[in-house]
């Protein structure tokens, strides 16, 4: 694999960490599966794209993807809290409407902008740079800022009252904490990520597709376990860091992957899947081999432990 491929896969794991920094807010924080964010990454690159497709400051278009996607977060949350739907449930009608918003957004399937200046471009004519660093600088700082930014936010008043909603909401709700308000509140921040996410992914592709979000969940979920299995650390701003890596890590094994002389694209969803699936069942099958502690020396009688000597 040469090196500006590998150099590609590591800015798009970077890109992708951002929605993998959402979809880890929801599953591990307040442990909740929001499958909405099928729908918030492309109403990220939509609005972005058709706004600088229509002559608008890449910035300015790149920042109001954050409420656009807070929006759709909040949607599901109130669907999920006010009316009693299920988690599952209420991020997928969250999601199929906004199939239709993303396509009225566009105004047809997929926005080019490849004869359209993003923020990539502007910072590289603005220092002189070359498109590949300005691309990594950009890269770099937007998840180093938000990865601090969430470190920060949950070890506040209110972002451990965020954490314990997701670890024992009875408990927080006997405390006077409105449980529900934290739910939604989580979910827009979440959203907001993803949507930013699929902004800036869709800048440095050069377009933004109806389709781009399909399967966005289960790639998520399977970077947030693959970052956990491999650095294994516990403390939160390790645990944010982790799940980037895992993004990071999952975009170099898909080109792994793809590098490989037997596989076609086609057979891409394939390994995928297989990849995370690999990534799901790995903390189970690392419990059952774990080899167990060992013990002081002991005498069994009678189905009792009796210590030698004792």
Request: with cysteine; net charge positive; hydrophobic share 55%.
């Amino acid at each position: 694999m040469s090196l500006a491929l590998v150099w590609s896969t590591l800015i798009l794991g970077l890109l992708y960490g951002l929605l993998v920094l959402g979809v880890f807010l929801t599953f591990r924080i307040l442990n909740y599966a929001d499958l909405s964010v099928d729908g918030s990454l492309p109403l990220g690159a939509a609005i972005t794209a058709t706004l600088i497709f229509n002559g608008m400051n890449p910035f300015l278009a790149t920042l109001l993807a954050l409420p656009l996607g807070a929006l759709a977060g909040l949607i599901t949350g109130i669907l999920h809290t006010r009316f009693s739907i299920t988690p599952l449930l209420s991020g997928i009608l969250t999601m199929i409407g906004l199939y239709s918003i993303n396509l009225r957004i566009m105004g047809r399937p997929n926005v080019t902008l490849l004869r359209h200046e993003t923020i990539f471009d502007v910072l590289a004519n603005a220092a002189g740079i070359s498109p590949r660093v300005s691309q990594t600088v950009i890269a770099l700082f937007v998840v180093a800022a938000v990865v601090l930014g969430l470190y920060l936010f949950l070890r506040t008043e209110l972002g451990q009252a965020l954490r314990g909603t997701g670890d024992n909401e009875i408990m927080l709700r006997s405390l006077g904490v409105n449980t529900d308000g934290m739910k939604i509140m989580g979910l827009a921040i979440s959203n907001s990520l993803v949507a930013l996410s699929g902004a800036l992914i869709a800048q440095y592709q050069g377009f933004a597709d109806i389709n781009m979000g399909i399967g966005m969940i289960i790639i998520g979920l399977a970077s947030v376990i693959i970052g956990e299995v491999v650095l294994g650390v516990k403390s939160i701003i390790g645990r944010l860091c982790a799940v980037v890596t895992g993004s990071v890590l999952y975009r170099l094994a898909i080109a792994l992957v793809l590098r490989i002389s037997f596989i076609e694209y086609t057979d891409l969803k394939f390994f995928t899947a297989l990849l995370v699936t690999i990534a799901l069942i790995s903390p189970e099958l690392g419990k059952r081999f774990k080899p167990a502690p060992k013990l002081e020396p002991s005498l069994q009688r009678n189905g009792k432990s009796e210590k030698v000597g004792g």
